[in-house]
């Protein structure tokens, strides 16, 4: 594997379940078992009743994209090479969002409410990224 060069996450201890399913190709959301409603990103208190009462559920990994932009300048450095780049906004179909890149998707090509799904990038042996593709 060649030295991989971009920012990496650095987990915490609230969200390391979260990048450990990341690794295993598993894509997991914290659920509150008092409220019973999802959220992501980790936290360590459930936005909707406050309770600490959460749990890691493994979740479709399938959504739309709500937003996106492309890339095409003025990158952060580590990534100008990979320009011209989709960075989305997707709700996951569990009632969450998440930001991350739209790949194997020709940027001309991605739309809102475009069907995309999650895939994994193992970027390094330790760190995988969660990155979503369009559903065929
Ligand atoms: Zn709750």
Not at 41 to 51: A, I, M, V
Not at 118 to 129: G, R
Request: aromatic letters at 12%; proline letters at 10%.
């Amino acid at each position: 594997m060649t030295e991989y060069k971009k920012p990496l996450p650095k987990p915490t201890p609230w969200s390391k379940p979260f990048w450990d399913a990341c690794k295993k190709h598993e894509f997991v959301i914290q659920k509150c078992k008092d409220c019973q409603k999802s959220t992501f990103f980790p936290k360590l208190f459930c936005p909707h009743c406050l309770s600490s009462n959460l749990e890691w559920v493994k979740a479709s990994g399938r959504g739309k994209i709500y937003s996106y932009t492309i890339v095409h300048s003025y990158a952060p450095t580590e990534f100008a090479n990979d320009t011209p780049y989709i960075v989305g906004v997707i709700d996951l179909e569990e009632g969450v969002r998440i930001m991350s890149n739209v790949v194997e998707c020709a940027p001309e090509a991605v739309k809102c409410d475009m069907a995309v799904e999650v895939v994994f990038d193992d970027v390094t042996e330790e760190v995988t990224l969660p990155k979503f593709r369009p559903l065929p």
